[in-house]
């Protein structure tokens, strides 16, 4: 079992910022990175992809949607199994549920399955 502790979702208004956690915990033996992917409206989205917003290893390489760069940093703690995403100069277009990924190796064997938390919504309006 693993779980996903989100938080740091809300709405505000273009240009202001927001900060999104995230905490992987459970049968975990080792995490190979972690990031974040979002999934906009039209409503209904489940039939809809993740698109990624950011990833970052656990040397701390990072990866960045085009549509982000220069506006949202993330950041990883790998003592708490945890990641972040600084988001600055929000967009109406920003607006989604924002989904944390981890990409795990449960038993120690190599293999690695990419878990999601269950999201939390960022919404962007003014």
């Known amino acids: 079992q693993v779980h996903f502790a989100e938080s740091g979702g809300g709405l505000v208004q273009p240009g202001e910022s927001l900060r999104l956690s995230c905490t992987v915990s459970?049968?975990?033996?080792?995490?190979?990175?972690m990031g974040w992917f979002r999934r906009g409206p039209p409503y209904p989205r489940e039939w809809r992809q993740r698109?990624?917003?950011?990833?970052?290893?656990?040397?701390?390489?990072?990866t960045y949607a085009d549509s982000v760069k220069g506006r949202f940093t993330i950041s990883g703690d790998n003592g708490k199994n945890s990641v972040y995403l600084q988001m600055n100069s929000l967009k109406p277009e920003d607006t989604a549920v924002y989904y944390c990924?981890?990409?795990?190796?449960?038993?120690?064997?190599?293999?690695?399955?990419?878990?999601w938390g269950q999201g939390t919504q960022v919404t962007v309006s003014s």
């Open positions: 990924s981890a990409d795990i190796d449960a038993d120690g064997w190599g293999g690695l399955s990419r878990y």
């Open positions: 459970g049968s975990i033996f080792k995490i190979n990175g």
């Open positions: 698109d990624l917003v950011a990833t970052i290893t656990t040397d701390g390489g990072t």
